[in-house]
């Protein structure tokens, strides 16, 4: 039989899933997985249910259902500032991941490279490669996790065609300030080159850092693919629900690829989302509430439990260093393979090794990331558990 295609060679599944196996073999918990253990809203699921019940079963328009573009655009322009119009500039898209593809695929040549601040989503950087694209790494800057404007202009090349923004950021939590983003756009508007702005946790913000959106910025929405998700706001990772809003000629474009690919979001479950935006807007002041209130709890453990980190300021993960671990030479803390598992085997608690957000693998040597979207109880659990190990090695500061 003839080979598999070469771009499949680098492709493995990440390390989350053998944590997920370790963690349940322990009976622990599992803080490794990006994922939400809360519940769906009821009218987003029983608009789905009905949706099903009343057949509408059948593809839609590629780019989702118009009533639900009409309620998207509304958002963008009310909560992000974007003017925009449902028609020409919004989809919806099969997660912000298939935004993202579409993204790609319509704008960028084989080769083309794409600049990728550093540590990283994987997923960003995985899909560049598969799809032949070259991430061009830049680092935030360690001792805050803050965007280098001047590294970033400096690695743009006559090959560079676009930026990844996340914002927040995954996994470091970074909120970019408004003169960050001033800062970004001044570059691209001087190098020509596009922004993708991956929103996804953009409810999800603290200590009174507000997320801004590169393209309410002047002059920004002509070169900005601005991507958002509603798998992390509403709790519904598996319903594989995202938007995008971006310029007319490029949305027309990511339709066309989205019809190759997708075809279409599901239908049935666009209905039930058309829900969420008939719902109380009290709800996204409760949702970024109650994760900064699960962020404090854990934290402050984590903190007990010897580890450093900066605080997020927005999504919900900690970044977390355990050099100071590894330098009181606790047995297992010895790079970020090893403390994921030697964690697990003490505590139960399941993370994920730092080395899957860099594209060197030593620079996640002393880094752990930990998210903790989970249930209150469930997170108390852990952060007991977190203490105690903290305790019984004497690190609790
Ligand atoms: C930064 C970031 N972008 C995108 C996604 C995936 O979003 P979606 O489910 O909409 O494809 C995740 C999921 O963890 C994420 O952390």
Not at 25 to 41: H, K, V
Not at 52 to 58: G, L, T, W
Not at 211 to 230: N, V
Request: aromatic letters at 10%; one cysteine or more.
């Amino acid at each position: 039989m003839k080979s598999f295609a070469n771009r499949t060679k680098g492709l493995k599944q990440s390390g989350i899933r053998a944590v997920t196996q370790m963690v349940n073999a322990y009976n622990g918990i599992n803080l490794g997985q990006g994922i939400c253990d809360l519940p769906t809203p009821e009218p987003i699921k029983s608009g789905a249910i009905n949706a099903v019940n009343q057949d509408k079963s059948i593809y839609s328009y590629h780019s989702g259902i118009s009533s639900l573009r009409s309620h998207v655009a509304q958002k963008f322009r009310s909560h992000n500032g974007i003017s925009c119009e449902a028609e020409k500039n919004v989809m919806i898209t099969n997660g912000s991941t298939g935004a993202f593809v579409a993204a790609c695929l319509s704008i960028l040549e084989p080769g083309d490279e794409v600049i990728q601040p550093e540590p990283y989503y994987g997923y960003h950087v995985q899909l560049l490669k598969l799809l032949g694209f070259t991430p061009v790494f830049v680092p935030l800057k360690q001792k805050d996790w803050r965007p280098d404007l001047a590294a970033i202009e400096n690695a743009i090349t006559p090959r560079t065609k676009a930026i990844v923004v996340t914002n927040p950021g995954n996994p470091a939590g970074t909120v970019w300030s408004e003169k960050e983003l001033e800062g970004l756009l001044g570059i691209m508007k001087k190098h020509h080159i596009w922004a993708f702005t991956d929103e996804v946790y953009e409810y999800m913000t603290y200590d009174g850092h507000s997320h801004i959106s590169l393209a309410s910025l002047d002059s920004a929405f002509e070169r900005t693919l601005t991507m958002t998700s509603f798998s992390k706001t509403f709790n519904m990772t598996g319903w594989r629900l995202g938007a995008a809003v971006g310029p007319e000629a490029l949305i027309e474009k990511m339709g066309l690829i989205n019809d190759l690919i997708y075809i279409c979001p599901p239908t049935p479950l666009q209905y039930g989302l058309k829900e969420a935006f008939l719902m109380d807007e009290s709800y996204y002041d409760t949702l970024s509430a109650e994760y900064d209130r699960r962020r404090t709890l854990f934290c402050d453990s984590l903190k007990k439990a010897g580890f450093s980190f900066r605080r997020p300021e927005g999504a919900y993960y900690v970044f977390a260093s355990f050099e100071n671990i590894h330098r009181a030479g606790v047995p297992g803390f010895e790079n970020d393979l090893t403390a994921c598992e030697q964690l697990i085997k003490e505590t139960g608690i399941g993370s994920v090794p730092g080395s899957s957000f860099f594209s060197n693998p030593e620079d996640g040597r002393f880094w752990l990331r930990f998210c903790y979207a989970k249930d209150v109880a469930v997170l108390e659990d852990a952060c007991e558990r977190l203490e105690s190990f903290g305790k019984k090695h004497g690190l609790t500061s």
